[in-house]
């Protein structure tokens, strides 16, 4: 028989958050202690979910809640998000689709906007699911650049030039993933102001939303104007510490007129996929509805993991770590000859010390970087920050 030949829409298909996960089990293979700072899991270390959430889901799949749910979501979990939203001023809330994970939003809102050669104004750097799910639709990605002068703020001038015929929505990541910057509201108006100009639809990733340090504030896209079109993407994964449950949603909000063709595109796929997971959506009502105060708990211990990376990484002549105000990765600048990605499976073989290289996240061209996961604990951050000084050391010293 013939080779199966994949198809070529998965040939720019990159997740580099995984793709280092290789190299690292090869060198785990040889009795290296490894450390891993690449995922964004923080039930890997030492979090757990309220216990009132798994017990929610316990009692539905003893209840017998295991087949299908309705497509969109069942009724009490998506009037549990609605309330939510209404809380954080989303004005004119049109619909509200559970997905599996915001992921499977994201997914569901770029397949039902985009045709072959159309593109998405992303953010770079950013998650790269976006990019990764654009090439699989054959779409563009148009790139605008985060302002790591400003803190890593959205340049909206820059973000201006490169709309064209061809654009049909801009991502905004707030709290970002990875850099850990939160968005001000004037620069989030200014956005809204591009939208309305442009005819552009704004897709709103706001999943680290309650993973915000040092008392910031917080504004949701879709509470700023009624009548822009917003998809809100969020879920239980970081905030509520069920990565693993694949629960997330979206919510459509602006003028029901020009939306709802695109909404009803949104459910027809969703229809097509049957459903998210029936039992895991009952944790929905008892996390959002529920007891808040792990993401208290959670926050004193990020923000000593947090300063803990910062001070340590910015004593490293080499690198320079603007402060995270939101999320839990820190984006160092790397000041070295070398490419981020060759710095990064180097440093996994000689350490162990498993970091994500700047460039699969997309970052300003001629700059390097890398991002850090600081869930473990301060003593796993010490171990692996003095390998990364030595290592540095070593290496260009």
Known sequence: MKNIIPAARVENIRYAIREVVGIANEVKATGKEMTFLNIGDPNIFDFAPPSHMTN??????????????????????????????????????????????????????????????ENVLLPQP??????????????????????????????????????????????????????????????????????????????????????????????????????????????????????GFRIGWGIFSGPLDIMKDYIEAVNKMARARLSASHPAQFAIKAALDGP??????????LTIRRDMTVSMLNDIEEFNCIVPKGAFY???????????????????????????????FGQKPGTQHIRIVFLPNETLLERAYEQIRTFVKKRYH
């Open 56 to 117: 929610a889901v316990c009692k539905a799949m003893r209840n017998n809640f295991n087949g299908y749910s309705p497509s969109p979501g069942i009724a009490e979990a998506r009037e549990s998000i609605r309330r939510q939203a209404e809380r954080n001023g989303i004005q004119n809330i049109r619909d509200i689709i559970v997905t599996h994970g915001a992921s499977e939003a994201i997914e569901l809102s770029l397949t039902a906007l985009l045709e072959k050669g």
């Open 292 to 301: 808040q105060d792990h993401i208290n708990e959670m926050l004193k211990e």
């Open 330 to 360: 820190a984006f160092p600048t790397l000041n070295i000859p070398d490419k981020d990605e060759v710095f990064v499976k180097d440093l996994i073989r000689e350490t162990g010390v498993v970091t994500v290289h700047g460039s699969g």
């Open 126 to 243: 950013g998650y790269p699911l976006y990019s990764s799910i654009m090439a699989k639709l054959d779409t563009v990605v148009n790139p605008y650049y985060l302002n790591e002068e400003d803190d890593w703020n959205l340049d909206v001038a820059d973000i201006e030039s490169r709309i064209n015929d061809k654009t049909r929505a801009i991502v905004v990541i707030n709290p970002n993933n990875p850099t850990g910057a939160v968005y001000p509201k004037e620069t989030l108006l200014e956005i809204i102001e591009l939208a309305r100009k442009y005819d552009l639809l704004i897709l709103s990733d706001e999943i680290y939303d309650k993973l915000l340090f040092d008392n910031g504030s917080y504004t949701s896209m879709g509470s700023l104007c009624n009548d822009v079109p917003i998809v809100t993407f969020n879920g239980l994964s970081k905030s509520y510490i069920v990565p």
